[in-house]
C-alpha cells in the first residue's frame, strides 16, 4: 500500500528542520551507512546520526507520526528506526534503483528492525528544486512521488524505488523505516480499508449495531494477524 499523508510536520516544525539543516549542519557523504548494493547507486548527503541537530529533528519527527492516526491505522506501527536526513543537490544529487534492507539496526534505540513500511518525509517545498521524485516501482507502473513540505508518503518496504537526479536546488527530507505489528502489506491493506469505511460509517450514521459488529470484525481480524 502507497499512501501519501499530509500536513504530518506544522509549519513551525518545518521551519525548525529548515534551520537545523542548512549548509551549517553535519553533512557526510550518504554512501557511509548504505549496504554493499546500494553503495554503487546511492549518492546524496546524509546527516550523521550523533549530532545534535539529528537528536532534536528524530524527536520532533517522531512525536509527529505519533499524533497522527492516519499514519497509525496504516502503519500500525510496532517498531520505529530512529529518523535519518538526507539531501540531495550539486554532484550528490541521485540514488539508483534499489531495494532497502529487510532488517535494520538503529543505532539511537539499539534495536533490530525489520523494514515493513518505508517512510519519506519532505521538507523542501517542490518548487524549490528541480528533480528529485521519489519513484516506487507499483504492481501495475511507477508511481513518482514529490510531495509538499510535510506531507510524507509511505509504501512497502519491499519495493523497489529510486530518487531521480535533482538538477536545481536541493531536496532535503527526513526517511525511516517501520516494523508492523502486521507484517503482511496485504493484510495491513485490508485492516485500513476497513477502518476508514467505519470512520465514514459512524460520520454519516453514528454508532449503529452494523458499525459494532464491523469494529468487532476488525479487532478480530487485527487479533488473528498482529504480533506485539
Excluded at 6 to 34: F, V, Y
Excluded at 116 to 136: K, N, Q
Aim: net charge neutral; with cysteine; aromatic share 8%.
Amino acid at each position: 500500500m502507497l499512501l501519501h499523508l499530509k500536513n504530518i510536520l506544522t509549519n513551525d516544525e518545518l521551519k525548525t528542520a529548515r534551520s537545523l539543516l542548512g549548509d551549517q549542519a553535519a553533512w557526510i557523504d550518504g554512501r557511509h551507512s548504505a549496504g554493499t548494493q546500494a553503495q554503487t547507486r546511492k549518492n546524496n548527503e546524509q546527516l550523521t546520526q550523533d549530532s545534535e541537530a539529528a537528536r532534536a529533528l528524530q524527536a520532533m519527527v517522531l512525536g509527529a507520526i505519533q499524533r497522527d492516526p492516519l499514519f497509525f491505522s496504516a502503519a500500525l506501527p510496532r517498531k520505529v528506526f530512529n529518523p535519518l536526513f538526507n539531501r540531495y543537490s550539486g554532484n550528490s544529487n541521485a540514488y539508483g534503483a534499489h531495494v532497502d534492507g529487510a532488517v535494520l539496526h538503529s543505532k539511537s534505540s539499539q534495536q533490530w528492525v525489520r523494514t515493513d513500511i518505508s517512510c519519506t518525509l519532505f521538507l523542501s517545498d517542490p518548487d524549490s528544486y528541480d528533480g528529485g521524485e521519489l519513484v516506487v516501482k507499483d504492481t501495475f507502473s511507477d508511481q513518482r512521488i514529490k510531495l509538499p513540505a510535510g506531507d510524507m508518503v509511505i509504501y512497502p518496504g519491499t519495493s523497489v524505488h529510486r530518487v531521480e537526479p535533482v538538477t536545481r536546488g536541493a531536496r532535503v527530507a527526513s526517511f525511516f523505516w517501520v516494523e508492523s505489528m502486521v507484517r503482511s502489506d496485504e493484510h495491513r491493506r485490508l485492516l485500513f480499508d476497513l477502518d476508514m469505511n467505519l470512520l465514514a460509517l459512524r460520520q454519516q450514521h453514528g454508532e449503529t449495531p452494523e458499525t459494532t459488529a464491523l469494529t468487532g470484525t476488525y479487532h478480530n481480524l487485527l487479533r488473528l494477524w498482529a504480533d506485539t
